[in-house]
């Protein structure tokens, strides 16, 4: 499965359907749509300027806060900040049935630090990423580098 940059896609056709008024569908999908975009690039992209602009006022309220929370520590790089933002808002992404998706970010924001890494450092020894990537051992951080390895 793992079709991240096709879900992203789906979702945000969803979200900018045309509508006259906000509907239930497009919030769930504008949910979705930023986790899948966290989990495949680390960020969210904006929405189509053709989205209905009471959508594009709704996900830009505060009332989408446990998301947004997660989109702003996911930029900042924090593996810790980000397991501390789940914790918080754990009740609300349980409730919205997107706690999978959730969790998903966790690995995705070590392959991201991994990635800028290497980026960076071609010959970073690996203790040092596991500490900046916050990883239990040098094994998981060979497990990381050869996943990326594979995808790529």
Request: charged share 20%; glycine share 0%; with cysteine.
């Amino acid at each position: 499965m793992k079709q991240y940059k096709r879900a992203i896609q789906w979702f945000q056709n969803a979200v900018s359907a045309p509508a006259t008024a906000i509907s239930q569908f497009a919030i769930e999908s504008y949910k979705k749509y930023l986790l899948v975009s966290l989990i495949e690039s680390g960020k969210v992209e904006p929405l189509p300027p053709y989205t209905f602009q009471m959508v594009v006022r709704f996900v830009k309220s505060n009332k989408l806060k446990a998301y947004h929370d997660l989109e702003s520590v996911m930029a900042k790089n924090s593996v810790q900040a980000l397991q501390a933002v789940i914790e918080r808002h754990q009740s609300t992404y349980v409730q919205d049935d997107n706690l999978p998706l959730v969790l998903r970010c966790v690995p995705a924001l070590r392959r991201k630090i991994i990635v800028q890494l290497t980026e960076s450092y071609l010959s970073l020894p690996l203790s040092d990423i596991v500490q900046h990537a916050h990883l239990a051992s040098v094994d998981e951080a060979v497990s990381y580098l050869n996943e990326l390895v594979t995808c790529q």
